[in-house]
Structure formats: C-alpha cells, structure tokens
C-alpha cells in the first residue's frame, strides 16, 4: 500500500515539472532614478519581485516551488515594476512611493519567505531610514517643481 503511494508521489512530482512557468525578464524601458544607495537597497531587497532584472534561482526551476515564485513574481510587477517607471505618471508614482515607504516600515516588505531564502534583503533600520528619507526628498522636489511651476505640475 506504502508504496504505491510512495511511487504515486513520484510519478506525480516528476510530472509537474514539465508544467511551463514564465521565468522571463521583459525588457527594461526604463529604470527609476535614485542615488546609488537607495538604488542598491531597491535592487537587494525589491528587485527580484518588481522589476523585469529578476534573478530565477536554481529552486526556481523546481516545481511546486516554481509555482509559487512565478506567483510572486508575476503579483509583484503588477503591483510595482521599478523597471518600468516610465509607464506611472506623477502622481500614480508619487502613490507608489509612498506605498514603498509603509511597506518597509511596517516590515510588510520584502515578504518574510523571500527573506527566508535571502537574507541580505533584510531592511535593517538604517535601510528603512535612507528609503524613507529619500522618498520625502522626492516629494519635496515634487512640490518645489508645483510652486515653480506656478501651482501646476508638468
């Protein structure tokens, strides 16, 4: 009995492998400008799920856990693609900034499994810190542009 259960698993298991799963990186169009800290922090701890410059692990390619990475992946980029910026206006990408910024300090972001598995993409305090400061330095220039711009943003 044990072991046709056993040989069912493995039947099983070895199939699903050959289920397809997208591991693409679509092109870049263009890449959110930061300095290179903030721009090395994003590229740590958010990369690989909200940009098209994922980096597909070994275990990647291994089912079920394939599954649930393209998952992530894919929910990833729909929510936020650093990668693709270009297609956010200003205020749309003033909205995604800010949603970065309670994310990582509410420590919602990067999800645990992923830091589970990557430990360097761990958001110490300082990390959260430079993040959050350089997004109110965003909006500051932001709002400098609206004033200069005699109230209207262009």
Request: hydrophobic residues 40%; glycine residues 4%.
């Given at each position: 009995m044990y072991k046709k259960i056993l040989i069912a698993v493995?039947?099983?298991l070895v199939g699903i492998q050959f289920i397809p799963v997208d591991r693409t990186n679509p092109p870049v169009t263009e890449?959110?400008?930061a300095p290179k800290n903030v721009l090395s922090i994003l590229q740590t701890s958010c990369y690989?799920?909200?940009s098209n410059k994922t980096d597909w692990p070994w275990y990647s390619y291994v089912a079920p856990v394939s599954f649930?990475?393209?998952g992530d992946v894919?929910?990833?980029r729909q929510h936020l693609n650093f990668t693709e910026w270009n297609k956010y206006d200003e205020k749309r990408?003033?909205?995604?900034?800010d949603g970065v910024a309670e994310m990582v300090e509410e420590g919602d972001m990067p999800l645990a499994t992923y830091k589970l598995m990557h430990p360097?993409?761990?958001l110490d305090d300082n990390k959260v810190s430079v993040i959050k400061e350089w997004i109110k330095s965003q909006e500051k220039k932001d709002d400098s542009s609206e004033n200069e711009a005699g109230g209207h943003k262009y």
């Open positions: 493995v039947v099983i890449e959110i400008e690989d799920c909200h649930f990475i393209a894919s929910e990833g990408r003033e909205k995604k900034l360097s993409a761990k």
